[in-house]
């Protein structure tokens, strides 16, 4: 064990742990974790326990009288040797009790099947302590339903060749450092009336468009809702979060991240553009997606010329709807006609 002697207001272990716990722990990932942190506690307080040992027993020669206590440096006892890290976790039967038993799953990339990522969603939640789903209660009997997205690497932007693509969108592989939480549905006019206290909605039951007219309007999407509009049910949404002594952050997405749920799972460079539960595609039909005629061959149908209930049409394969169709999607960047070209190549947000 150590004994400390500290003009710096710590000893020599509480030292490291806020050393670490500053960005020295951080892994290869960029992360700080508890395997990381036991590795650079262990590591470093062993060799400057030792060093400063050294500086004390040469200032005790060289300053022989002199009280040491008036030293301007730290000071530690060294009386052996710490062989490992204590155990931060409750340790599995059997397993060795000064081993600390994390690993970290591995990113997320290329395509894969729907077995393969529900097996890593599973294995990012476990390792987060994390629900797959969660429900927010907003009041008066209203959910906001929250699905988990496991971080990882893709292909953003969109092949030279796909049809319809934007000059801008350029490809360039991007990561997603840390899972994050994306609402399973597009926000409906019931959520948003239950913060807000009012609906702004084109296509809304009471005063909107003829085409909805008589009908239950109250899970169609809400819309018309600026950026800085969304930020304040946002803001209502966490404090909600609070009063349920939940106290979990609301944001948009960024770009990359919505995108990256887009794909769901279909992260190469050449995935095709539409994505859907059973698997990825080229052409996209008005049966498939509330998102007007049909696209590079896709069948021909009836057309609704306006929103329809969030959860209509089938999910992607990470269980999440209406991420083509139906209305636009606001993000938390702000717009850059260069932005596929310039944006970063790894995405760090708190989930």
Known sequence: MYSENSTKGHGIFFYHILKGLRGEAADEHGEINLVSLSKYIGTRVNENAKKWLAIKATARAMNRGVALETLNFQTPEYHGKLEAFPPLIPSESGADPNRVEVARPTLLSDDLTQTQLDARRREWAKYYGARLEYSEDLGGNVKLEMVFIPPGTFWMGTPNKEESREKEETQHEVTITRGFYIGKYEVTQEQYQALMRGNPS?????????????????????????WEKAQDFLTKTTQRSQINKQNRKYRLPTEAEWEYTC??????????????????????????????????????????ERTSRVGDYQPNRFGVYD?????????????????????????????
Request: contains cysteine.
């Open 323 to 351: 991420m083509h169709g139906n209305v636009w999607e606001w993000c938390q960047d702000w717009y850059n006609e260069k932005y596929y070209s310039k944006s970063p190549v790894r995405i760090r947000k708190d989930r």
């Open 202 to 226: 084109y296509f809304q039951q009471e005063t909107g468009a003829a085409e909805v007219r008589g009908m239950d309007t109250k899970s169609f999407p809400v819309e018309c809702v600026s």
């Open 263 to 304: 794909r769901a799972g279909q992260f190469s460079k050449s995935t095709l553009p539409f994505h859907f539960a059973q698997g990825p595609q080229a052409s996209l039909s008005p049966s498939e997606s509330n998102s007007g005629n049909a696209y590079n061959g896709g069948a021909k149908g009836r057309v609704l």
